[in-house]
């Protein structure tokens, strides 16, 4: 659950961020994830491929809603 928020927060931040006030516990969970140190360490390190235009989660402006 953790990555499907991440990856969609990166694909849909418009959609997300309105989803973000609908699910508030679910969002809540997240940051508490990201915040727990193995998995902070691991966020910030090499490893992790970052999001990009190539992979599934890439930025989809045209559908990404601002309403």
Do not use: C, T, W
């Not at 997300?16 to 910030?44: D, G, S, V, W």
């Amino acid at each position: 659950m953790f990555q499907v928020v991440a990856g969609l927060s990166y694909a849909f931040p418009n959609a997300m961020a309105k989803a973000a006030r609908k699910y508030r516990r679910i969002f809540a969970h997240h940051a508490r994830i990201q915040e727990r140190p193995r998995i902070a360490a691991y966020l910030a390190s090499p490893r992790r491929i970052a999001f990009n235009e190539d992979g599934i989660f890439r930025h989809y402006a045209k559908l990404d809603s601002k309403r």
